[in-house]
């Protein structure tokens, strides 16, 4: 039975493996996870809330 930091190295040793043979263009199917950052989320917040607040005083945004 393998230990949790066991596992852990497993995985995480792993997860470099694929790392380094995608960086040498030598992968088969990946999935690459983008996450957005601080800034980004920030942005698309307000936006969403500018444009719900202001729904009322614009005719080209969909009920």
């Known amino acids: 039975m393998e ?4 596992k852990a190295f497993s995985s995480i040793k792993q997860g ?4 380094l043979k995608f960086s040498e263009g030598k992968a ?4 690459i996870h983008k996450l957005l950052t601080a800034d980004t989320q920030q942005q698309l917040e307000e936006s ?9 005083n614009s005719n080209d945004l969909p009920e």
Do not use: D, M, S, Y
């Open 48 to 56: 969403f809330f500018h444009k719900k607040n202001n729904k009322e």
């Open 16 to 19: 470099l493996e694929e790392a």
């Open 28 to 31: 088969g199917k990946v999935n």
């Open 3 to 6: 230990t949790k930091p066991n």
